[in-house]
């Protein structure tokens, strides 16, 4: 059913009174040629006209207040009954009462109006049938029923009609409104997923620049230092040409690896010692490159089967151990050094433990996870930093004058996952 508050075209609005006023004149040509009165015919049809002005026409609002419109139906039909009884041509303004039932009567009272406008209908058009008998109160009954069965289906499917109108409306109105939501949705994980790879850029870059600084202090600053030890033990030879050229040859050697191991850092590549050896071999020779340079004895120890562990695992402990060796080099004074590599059921394991002269353990900083920078700070963050990436622990042990050692695990299920 239509909206009884929309606007009404101008046909629907005028018909019905040029219909009505045409109706008018055919009664007053008719009954003034037979010489009837004509008095209370157009007392009902200028009653039906101002019923219709009044109560309609010129009272649009009421048009959304369906007790006023059923009112207004029965009263409209009422009146079209009494003239299409008086005079049976009235049947002919039954149209109007059909649209004003149809788009002003609400469920469940449409089928009722239109009944009724189906019976002034059927009457109209019965008028000349004899009701005082069977056959012609059959006759009526059947004449009413062609008139009221059809209307009053058409009623029930135009609101059958409506219902699914509705229906399909409110379901296009919902997913509107969940296309918003999507919208709005989509436009909020746009936004996160932005701030994501934002994060995960500058999570990039920390990551990155923690690498290089790694890489660099345990290949550039400690082949430097060797380099600068190299030259200073050369300066002090003298006049032993033999002392100076291998200390510069050492000097020269050491630059090489140094560089060498730079450009394997910026590429991200496995260490040289590691490229044809496993670590227990590349432990050895790092050592013993150390303790040719150095002059300190260092011993090295394999415990458990030696088995691949995943290359991230092999290059952190390597790094662990040259910068544990440096440190022992620059700080500890130290007259012997201990490497053992241990390959545990859940771990695998690397002790670096000298005789130097030690160090307080209150200069940690445990609660930063990191070490004063005046005790060469940064290797040893570097150190924590290269186990916890690789889900690993870090310990140091030191006291004054009785040494220190250094203990790196990385857990061995995750070693042999790369493996």
């Known amino acids: ?12 609005t005028v018909g019905p009174y040029a219909l009505l006023a045409l109706l008018t004149g055919v009664t ?27 109560v309609f026409t010129l009272r649009p609002a009421w048009r959304a207040r369906p007790p006023v419109m059923a009112v207004f139906c029965a009263v409209l039909i009422l009146l079209t009954a009494i003239l299409a009884i008086r005079d049976p041509w009235f049947g002919c303004f039954t149209p109007v009462a059909y649209v004003y039932a149809f788009r002003l009567l609400p ?31 059959v006759a009526y009954g059947a004449v009413v ?46 936004a996160l997923h932005e701030r994501l790879l934002a994060q995960a850029r500058d999570a990039g870059v920390r990551d990155e620049r923690q690498r290089m600084a790694r890489e660099i202090h345990d290949t550039l600053a ?105 440190n022992v080099a620059k700080h500890a004074r130290a007259t012997r050094v201990g490497v053992t590599l241990s390959y545990l059921e859940h771990e695998a394991a690397l002790d670096v433990r000298d005789d130097g002269g030690g160090f307080d353990p209150a200069l ?9 920078a005046d005790r060469g ?11 916890e990436s690789l889900s690993g622990t870090l310990q140091v042990e030191s006291e004054p004058g009785a040494g220190t050692g250094i203990s790196a695990r990385v857990p061995a299920e995750r070693a042999e996952v790369g493996a």
């Not at 140094?258 to 432990?283: D, G, I, K, Y």
């Not at 940690?364 to 004063?372: E, I, V």
């Open 1 to 12: 059913m239509s909206d009884p508050a929309a606007r009404w075209s101008v046909p629907l």
């Open 28 to 54: 007053v040509a008719i009954k003034s040629s037979a010489g009837t009165s004509l008095i209370v015919d157009l007392v009902l049809c200028a009653l039906t006209a101002a019923w219709m002005l009044g």
């Open 107 to 137: 469920w469940p009272w449409q089928p009722v109006g239109v009944g009724a406008v189906a019976v002034v209908a059927g009457t109209a058009q019965a008028y000349g049938v004899d009701k005082t008998t069977a056959a012609g109160l």
């Open 145 to 190: 029923a062609t008139n009221a069965l059809p209307m009053c289906a058409f009623a029930w499917f135009a609101r059958r009609g409506a219902r699914q109108n509705e229906e399909r409306d409110r379901a296009l109105q919902e997913a509107r409104e969940a296309n918003r939501r999507l919208a709005v949705s989509l436009a909020e994980n746009a």
């Open 222 to 326: 400690q082949g430097l230092t060797g380099i600068v030890s190299q030259l200073r033990a050369a300066e002090h030879a003298g006049d032993d040409p033999a002392a100076w050229r291998r200390h510069v040859a050492a000097a020269t050697k050491l630059a090489r690896e140094s560089l060498s191991e730079a450009r394997r850092s910026v590429h991200a590549l496995r260490p040289e010692p590691l490229r044809s050896a496993m670590l227990s071999e590349a432990l050895a020779g790092v050592a013993e490159v150390w303790s040719a340079l150095h002059e300190i004895p260092v011993q090295v120890t394999t415990t458990g089967t030696a088995r691949p562990i995943r290359p991230e695992a092999e290059a952190a402990l390597l790094r662990i151990a040259q910068e544990a060796l440096a």
């Open 364 to 372: 940690l900083d445990a609660a930063a996870g990191g070490f004063r």
């Open 377 to 387: 700070g940064f290797g040893l963050i570097a150190m924590r930093q290269r186990m």
